[in-house]
């Protein structure tokens, strides 16, 4: 066997480091590297084939870096590439690797949130497109139903740091609105988004008391960990040392400013060149 190798985490650029840093928390004990494909984000309004292209040469990119194991950390990548590369990609590029994505893990518990048996998604355009959480959900919950809203515009709102401005009110709002106008039993809404962490503060202020807020980063960390238990032979190829690198696909100095607000540390990255 080859020497164990860390794990990979992939983003189109800066979301997937609020999934990372919740899976550091919890997993300190492992290896991880993180590359952000910033040259080419965002992918939230990119086609199918072209967020399938640019995640399966991230995927290759893992993989000539010895990973064994890749978390698409982007519901945009998860939702539109990650079902073909496990299926057809995977078993001849790399039989014993695995890549896994954020939906799944998000969708086999969000049915514990909801009383009213109503679930809302925001997400990227792409996320919503795909289907992917209501088709998701059908399958572990068939009596929930499933409301969607893009929200195409939080994504520079938040890369421009606008996040919490008086501008960022009106978007929180429209998107927030859009959604529960479709049905007032909504009683749980899914930040489906590797971004929208960010936000949360101001869709707090928006969000009705009542209805409850989820993120994503602690449901996939610890199915992450329930994942490594339940497979050794997986687990064993992963490198303990608590060591993390960071790459990106455009610049290092850029990624290095703009990290920090998703990571909630400063990072030293270097280019990646997928
Ligand atoms: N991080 C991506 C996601 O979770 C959104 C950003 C983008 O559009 O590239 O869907």
């Not at 990973?67 to 057809?88: D, E, G, P, W």
Request: aromatic share 10%.
């Amino acid at each position: 066997m080859n020497s164990p190798k860390a794990i990979g985490i992939f983003d189109s650029g800066y979301g997937g480091l609020t999934v990372l840093r919740e899976i550091r928390a919890h997993l300190p004990q492992y290896d991880y590297i993180y590359m952000g494909d910033n040259a080419r984000a965002p992918y939230g309004t990119r086609s199918f084939d072209t967020v399938y292209r640019y995640t399966l040469e991230a995927v290759k990119w893992f993989f000539s870096h010895g990973c064994s194991l890749v978390i698409l950390a982007c519901n945009t990548a998860s939702a539109k590439a990650l079902r073909t590369i496990q299926q057809k990609d995977l078993p001849v590029m790399e039989p014993g690797s695995k890549v896994l994505g954020v939906i799944r893990p998000t969708t086999e518990i969000i049915g514990k949130f909801s009383l009213s048996g109503k679930v809302g998604i925001l997400a990227t355009k792409g996320t919503v497109q795909s289907g992917s959480y209501p088709i998701e959900i059908k399958k572990f919950y068939p009596g929930i139903q499933v409301y969607q809203q893009a929200c195409p515009m939080w994504v520079p709102l938040i890369e421009n740091h606008e996040q919490d401005s008086s501008g960022a009110d009106y978007f929180v709002r429209e998107y927030l609105n859009a959604l529960l106008k479709q049905d007032q039993d909504i009683d749980s809404i899914l930040l489906g988004c590797t971004h929208y962490p960010l936000l949360q503060n101001k869709i707090m202020q928006w969000l009705p008391g009542d209805i409850k807020l989820i993120s994503q980063g602690k449901i996939v960390a610890s199915s992450l960990a329930d994942y490594l238990q339940r497979h050794p032979e997986i687990d064993q190829k992963c490198s303990k040392n608590g060591e993390i690198s960071f790459y990106t696909t455009d610049s290092p100095d850029d990624f290095d400013l703009q990290a920090s607000f998703f990571y909630g540390e400063s990072v030293r990255s270097s280019h990646a060149v997928p």
